[in-house]
């Protein structure tokens, strides 16, 4: 039986469309069928390995998926390499005969920009592995130099296909949504620094290293070659697969807090959310195989990012209505997908607040994912979260107990939930040996500790030395987890009111300035603001008048819902002042990196007030001196015929 002859970019799209839609084992069959056919072909089997491990963070399976991306970048660099050497023979060859080659050098530059797209996407992909598998030692001489260097690559062969399809399409702009390049955003270094002061351990590594230099520069397209008369179909799709790095990379830089980008020795680098949004939408709209991968980053931004970051006025914000049009298109291609239908779940939980619909699609998306258990683990998760949203503790537990026992994600996190909800329902013995086994699993982690882990860690030292003796305790942390998460805006009125009764409950003086932080919180949910602004104060007051350890975030938060109490009322100096203290008035404390970024969120909102202010104000004295002009010309008038 012949096999079925398919094109490479249909390869890519087909295996894509089999993952969307669940059959990861016909995927794997497909990609491993044609992964030596070419260089986009192998990508494609690395790209699934790269997925699996990131889902499953497995040890073995993370680092199969650095080799495989390791060895699509030599297969991009050999065949560059060939190619150039079999065109110079070929010509020389030609040349001896007195012909000139027939060579389709449309061909020749979709083949070049391909690569260039595959190499960029690799360094992008091994950076991931190298931050997530935690290589210390890599951190500066690999992670953040692939990352330079994706970069990079992204911008130049963004801008090159974008100058060639805004002169095949005249509606480029239009299209796309603006001229991303004038945005582009620079790097700290120079584009054409080779880094002289990076590390480089040892000779393979550094003739690894000139290797990919000389097959990079081999892909370097220039302005005579840009213009070799692609199809436009082909720049469409190239340039949707080269805006999808190009904006994913940019969105996640605008999230990062200052302090990160500090680190990774970016100078005046944020990542600009328009042109991000932007390109990833044309990338949606393309025939590239990323396209499905595209309308999931922008559900999570509209649905995740959004609510949690606390976007708002002065943000780039994605409609209620274009989400919905997303989930609609993919779910009609899509009809087991249990990724999109994660997503249905997060629009009715996040932008609906419907959290009976939400359950059922994440109990559909479970469902569909029950043969591939990090999806369904996703689902469950999300499942937990909306019973802890309901105060259904004990649901609520049966779903963080599978996560104790089944996820690789921030197990101790999982326990420690365990340990409050049942606290909550009076289980305190239970409550304080889950307390201990997540410390276990903490002691044992031989990798350094993420934010959450760290946040885990210092709750349940508190709680070894201070066992919980009352479910009020219990309660009182899970309606912290449901302010940090923000959740708190889902709640019925009924379940905010028995939230407000378990902190009214709590005296002990060591969880008062998070009482009151919680209380304020709850009271604004309730649409009462003046109760909620007296007990941000109460909480300021108590946690800079005491010697206070615990829960120090507790008066960043005060800081930041006072911030905007004020900006609500128009008071923007006080808002400024309360923002302000919160950026930058206190150090190490919980999650951190994540509060900064919702400062940084509000800060840009009062930013865009106080500009909207200044021009109505500027309008407002424009008009007034126009009016006053045409009072002093009336009077002169009337003047001259008095006299």
Not at 325 to 333: A, G, Q
Not at 487 to 515: F, G, R, W
Not at 586 to 603: A, C, N
Request: hydrophobic fraction near 35%.
């Amino acid at each position: 039986m012949n096999r079925e002859y398919l094109s490479d970019v249909e390869v890519s799209c087909r295996g894509i469309d089999l993952i969307v839609n669940n059959d990861w084992d016909g995927c794997e069959k497909l990609f491993t069928q044609y992964k030596n056919n070419s260089p986009l072909t192998n990508y494609c089997y690395s790209f699934f390995s790269f997925m699996k491990a990131i889902l499953t963070f497995e040890d073995h399976l993370l680092e199969t998926a650095h080799k495989n991306i390791e060895n699509t970048q030599k297969l991009c660099t050999e065949s560059t390499k060939m190619f150039s050497s079999f065109k110079k023979a070929f010509k020389l060859s030609s040349n001896s005969n007195n012909k000139t080659p027939d060579i389709p050098k449309e061909k020749v530059l979709e083949d070049k920009f391909t690569k260039a797209i595959i190499l960029a996407d690799c360094k992008l992909y091994l950076a991931i592995l190298t931050f997530v598998r935690q290589i210390a030692s890599s951190y500066l001489t690999s992670g953040l130099l692939q990352i330079r260097t994706s970069w990079k690559s992204y911008a130049k062969i963004q801008r090159q296909l974008y100058g060639l399809y805004k002169q095949l399409e005249p509606n480029a702009e239009q299209i796309y949504g603006s001229d991303p390049n004038s945005s582009v955003l620079q790097l700290w270094m120079d584009e054409n620094d080779e880094s002289e002061s990076d590390s480089k351990p040892n000779n393979s590594e550094e003739k690894s290293d000139d290797q990919m230099s000389e097959a990079i520069n081999e892909l370097s397209v220039s302005d005579d070659e840009v213009g070799a008369g692609m199809p436009l179909e082909t720049v469409k799709r190239l340039l949707g697969a080269v805006s999808f790095g190009y904006g994913l990379f940019q969105i996640c830089l605008s999230f990062m807090p200052p302090k990160v980008l500090k680190l990774i020795k970016v100078f005046g680098f944020e990542g600009d959310r328009s042109v991000a949004l932007k390109a990833i939408n044309f990338t949606s709209n393309s025939k590239d195989m990323r396209a499905p991968f595209a309308d999931m980053i922008l559900l999570w931004y509209s649905t995740q990012a959004t609510p949690l970051f606390g976007l708002s006025e002065g943000d780039v914000l994605i409609s209620n209505e274009d989400t919905k049009s997303i989930l609609d298109k993919n779910l009609s291609k899509y009809q087991k997908s249990s990724l999109f239908y994660y997503f249905k779940g997060k629009y009715y939980r996040s932008l609906l607040k419907d959290l009976d619909a939400a359950l059922s699609f994440y109990e559909q998306a479970a469902e569909y994912s029950n043969h591939i258990r990090e999806i369904e683990l996703i689902s469950i998760y999300e499942i937990g979260w909306i019973y802890l949203t309901n105060l259904e503790y004990e649901k609520a537990l049966s779903k963080f107990l599978i996560m104790h026992k089944d996820s690789k994600w921030s197990r101790s996190f999982s326990t420690y939930i365990c340990a409050i909800l049942s606290a909550s329902m009076s289980n305190l013995n239970q409550a304080n040996q889950y307390v201990k086994e997540a410390l276990k699993i903490i002691a044992a982690n031989t990798k350094k500790l993420n934010a959450i882990e760290l946040f885990t860690q210092k709750r349940c030292e508190f709680l070894k030395k201070n066992p919980i003796k009352s479910k009020s305790v219990g309660q009182l942390f899970v309606i912290e987890l449901l302010y940090l998460w923000v959740c708190l805006p889902y709640s019925t009125k009924k379940n905010l009111q028995q939230m407000i009764k378990a902190c009214d409950e709590i005296n002990d003086k060591n969880l008062l300035v998070i009482k009151c932080l919680l209380e304020g919180s709850l009271h604004l949910s309730l649409q009462d603001q003046d109760f909620g602004e007296q007990c941000f104060n109460e909480c300021l007051a108590r946690g800079e008048s005491e010697k206070f350890t615990f829960g120090k975030y507790a008066l960043v938060c005060a800081n930041l819902e006072l911030g905007l109490i004020s900006m609500n009322k128009s008071d923007l100096a006080n808002a400024k002042s309360y923002l302000n203290k919160a950026q930058s008035g206190y150090k190490e404390y919980e999650l951190e990196e994540r509060i900064q970024t919702v400062v940084k969120s509000s800060q840009r909102r009062l930013k865009f007030k106080m500009d909207n202010e200044k021009k109505n104000n500027a309008l407002k004295d424009k008009n007034d001196a126009e009016e006053q002009e045409k009072i002093n010309k009336q009077n002169e008038i009337k003047n001259f015929y008095i006299s």
